[in-house]
């Protein structure tokens, strides 16, 4: 039988301690039914707030609920105020995407020893939201001193004109060696800065580099794939033309010929190549010659092209120029590329590039001079088209490294199948 002055006696305790936790300090995070509150008064160690991976608690229903909030599994930490900080990174537009973010932390209790930070691409920030673009990110290969200034290029790739950042600060590291007479890495000294504002300039695109045609190889399919990364998302304008022969420089192109020129900008896509949500110009040749029936459906194979993204300002003065010469190149596996070779299988791995005209399943294969299979890269998986790369360690199917000499390379992408060779030296 229940002990009922037992159980009077522990439910006044728990309301007891529940009206200390609430009304003595009015500083505790509560979290009920996936709704979660802060009160950070900012002021002395009574300063709380969520940190950590989200926590599963359960509803009136008896329900397991994950709650999405950014800091969640150590419930809250105590806001140290012998941790400080100074926003280096400066008020004034960047005229780019690439920003450097800088923040001077100051520690008077002792070496810092953990600095993260979080960004918020946009404005209103919500850092309950979790995922992975808001997670906290690691900032490490820093000097342990009282006094570090944090420093990392971020690339607010959505463009966005307002942004923030916030950098989270540590005395102390996660054992139980004592910081201040602390014995516990809950008892670490530990403080977030305030959310920082970061403002662009979305009349210019920055940071453009062009993923198809591939640069590295100077290839691409008969039907390539353009897509640029790090566009502004408010691009004021962009000209895309793609020109027979190589073009390297503003005065070449008034003699090229053209195969086509689209102009694209945040208020006018008439082709829809401008993805605005996703900051980056993003077509294939093939769907752009439908709209326009001016433009071959493919380009010629083995015939050198040149793409040039011209990037403009409100009054269309230009303000950068991206060239990239290519060769069209037909087939199954368009073409192959391993690199370095000969290699080192004791220092290095060599890459095997490759590009597919269209989705394939792909076999990779490598031959030794006798025509004996000693390894399978690849065994029928799913590639998509365009250029991929694949790494071998030099090694065979018993984990042997292989002895020096010259081996060949097969690639299989449905019907079709390529060879190049490669060698090994050094063993």
């Not at 793609?242 to 008439?270: F, I, P, Q």
């Not at 401008?274 to 439908?290: M, P």
Request: glycine share 6%; charged share 25%.
């Amino acid at each position: 039988m229940i002990n009922k002055k037992l159980l009077v006696l522990s439910f006044l305790m728990f309301s007891v301690f529940l009206a200390v936790c609430v009304y003595a300090d009015r500083n505790i995070v509560t979290t009920l039914n996936g709704s979660s509150f802060i009160s950070d008064s900012g002021k002395g160690t009574n300063a709380y707030s969520f940190i950590g991976q989200p926590v599963v608690f359960a509803t009136k229903e008896e329900k397991e609920v994950t709650s999405q909030s950014a800091f969640a599994s150590l419930f809250y930490i105590t806001q140290d105020p012998n941790i400080t900080f100074e926003n280096l990174t400066g008020n004034d537009e960047f005229n780019k995407i690439d920003v450097k973010l800088q923040v001077r932390i100051n520690s008077k209790i002792g070496n810092i020893t953990k600095i993260r930070y979080r960004i918020w691409q946009g404005d209103n920030p919500d850092w309950n939201v979790y995922n992975e673009e808001t997670k906290e990110r690691p900032y490490e290969g820093f000097d342990e001193l009282s006094e570090v200034t944090f420093s990392t290029t971020v690339y607010f790739s959505k463009g966005e004109p307002i942004n923030y950042f916030k950098v989270y600060a540590q005395v102390g590291g996660d054992d139980d060696s004592s910081v201040n007479g602390s014995t516990t890495t809950a008892n670490y000294p530990k403080r977030w800065s305030e959310a920082y504002m970061v403002r662009i300039s979305t009349e210019l695109a920055g940071g453009v580099e062009i993923v198809s045609p591939d640069k590295f190889t100077g290839l691409a399919t008969i039907d390539p794939k353009v897509e640029t990364t790090n566009y502004s998302i408010d691009l004021t304008s962009a000209t895309i033309t793609l020109y027979e022969g190589k073009v390297e420089k503003e005065e070449d192109e008034a003699s090229a010929t053209s195969v086509y020129s689209v102009t694209v900008s945040s208020e006018k896509d008439e082709y829809g190549l401008y993805k605005k949500d996703e900051g980056k110009i993003l077509y294939i040749h093939s769907d752009l010659a439908n709209q326009v029936s001016s433009i071959p459906k493919a380009l010629d194979n083995n015939k050198e092209y040149t793409l040039v993204i011209k990037s403009q300002n409100n009054d269309s003065t230009t303000i950068k120029r991206d060239y990239v010469v290519f060769k069209a190149l037909s087939g199954g596996v368009a073409d192959i590329l391993t690199y370095p070779s000969p290699f080192n299988p004791n220092k290095e791995k060599i890459k095997i590039r490759y590009l597919l005209a269209n989705r394939s399943n792909v076999t990779i294969r490598l031959y030794d001079k006798a025509g004996k299979v000693v390894c399978k890269l690849l065994d029928g998986e799913e590639r998509s088209a365009g250029t991929h790369e694949e790494e071998w360690d030099g090694r065979n199917y018993a984990g042997e490294t292989l002895a020096t000499g010259a081996y060949i390379v097969e690639i299989i992408a449905g019907s079709d199948r390529r060879y190049t060779a490669l060698a090994i030296v050094g063993k």
